[in-house]
């Protein structure tokens, strides 16, 4: 049985929203601006080919972000390379680079100035301005089952059901706080396991996390998408998931179970640490791989042409002033 589970769901939802929301918003940690609603950071993503072999061509296909009302304004991006194109995928981003005859270790680094704000529910629900989605049709896909969320799981419908309450809000909390009772972080994952097996083991990092909360809440017939990318700050890695809910009043609206469980955040408050990269969590345009994929062409006799590594960095940067132009002479005053 899940920690603390029935005694949760036993509670009636006593605490009116507002209160809730602004008992936790106060209780959040500083981000590393203290004090500040927006912070301007630059941020380098590096993936380094080592050469083993005599590859005839590598083609990389790399997420990139883009500006997302209240979370995220992308004031430059530079690359080491020229990309032969950058392209969008319904809601995500991608730069792609072709290498021909590479004959050494080369790299592909993308830099990235960007402005990020806070952004969570406390502050949706002050917000004049919701993310209501440009095309409700859209929301069907985010209530259908997919790889590592299995809504249509006898054991997720079992627990959604049993989660469910009559206010739409109070779901959202019930099926975030089951997340956290139900896992345990078990330490950075590669391979992802899906929010069954999660369940299962008990455990997981911040994809189970994710992948969790996201069915339990589709489960409930509550839209919901996995949100990738980097945070700012880490422990053992800076790629992180974490999750989106669609609200009737408020519209998309960021939580993350991980760093709730593990005490660095709470239910209401997001830092302004979370860089964005995508919503898909399947995705085909990076074959099913997070961030990044590549393939590349050689020889049939030779093995192994080539080892990646990735890299992110991260550093503050001063708010940058606004520009004010110079009024023309007409403009004087007289």
Known sequence: MPKRTWRKLLCPFFVSLLALVDAEARAA????????????????????????????????????????????????????????RVFDVAEDRYAEFLVANPK??????????????????????????????????????????????????KNIRDIAAALMQKDQMATVKACFDYTTDALDYGGYNAKSVGAVKALELHKGDCTEYADLMVALCRASRIPARVAGGYVTSWDNTPKHSWVELYTDRWGWVPFDPTCADGGSGVYAALENRYIYLNYTRNDKTLEGHHR??????????????????????????PPRRPQVKPRSADCEPR
């Open 104 to 153: 050494e270790d080369f790299e592909v680094r993308i830099q990235v100035t960007a402005q990020l704000e806070r952004y969570g529910l406390g502050r949706a629900m002050r917000s004049d301005t919701p993310n209501k989605e440009p095309d409700p049709g859209k929301l069907k896909e985010y209530l259908a089952a997919e790889e590592y969320i299995e809504v249509d799981h």
């Open 29 to 84: 940690k500083p981000s590393a601006a203290p004090g500040a609603e927006k912070r301007t950071v630059q941020f380098t993503m590096v993936v380094t080919f080592k050469i083993t072999g005599d590859p005839a061509e590598i083609k990389l296909i790399h997420s990139i972000p883009k500006t997302i009302r209240n979370r995220q304004k992308i004031l430059e991006i530079t690359y080491s390379r020229r990309p032969v």
């Open 292 to 317: 990044y994929c590549y393939r590349y062409k050689r020889a049939p006799t030779v093995p192994g042409s080539v080892k990646v590594e990735d890299t992110f960095t991260v550093k503050e940067l």
